[in-house]
């Protein structure tokens, strides 16, 4: 059974930083690609960290650009999400997500087959 599950949201003050996990299981993570997405309170779901090239090339939302970096640990098996200089409107649930390569490049990672449950973050005074 392929599992992801999210953890390190929370409560942050505006210019803070979290480091979000995403821990893998049933699924070797190191072989297939990583995203993050969120989903903010009345909005849709939407990419925020993408792997859109075989290669390993990341990319980012423009939203989040130059404040977030998206990577991985083979030897753990796990994604990381390091948020900084966060914002108000960074608030959201988080997910992490894993699918068929050749398909998250294809579709820049709009269509993946696995995903997390989330996990929230706020950002508030």
């Known amino acids: 059974q392929v599992q992801l599950v999210e953890s390190g949201g929370g409560l942050v003050q505006p210019g803070g930083s979290l480091r979000l996990s995403c821990a893998a299981s049933?699924?070797?993570?190191?072989?297939?690609?990583i995203a993050w997405f969120r989903q903010a309170p009345g909005k849709g779901r939407e990419v925020i960290a993408c792997?859109?090239?075989?290669?390993?090339?990341?990319n980012y939302a423009d939203s989040v650009k130059g404040r977030f970096t998206l990577s991985r640990d083979n030897a753990k098996n796990m994604g990381y999400l390091q948020m900084s200089s966060l914002k108000p409107e960074d608030t959201a649930v988080y997910y992490c997500?894993?699918?068929?390569?050749?398909?998250?490049?294809?579709?820049?990672?709009?269509?993946?087959?696995?995903w997390g449950q989330g996990t929230q973050v706020t950002v508030s005074s």
């Open positions: 997500a894993t699918g068929d390569p050749q398909i998250a490049t294809q579709t820049s990672c709009r269509r993946m087959d696995y």
């Open positions: 792997i859109v090239k075989r290669d390993g090339t990341t």
């Open positions: 049933g699924v070797t993570l190191a072989n297939y690609p």
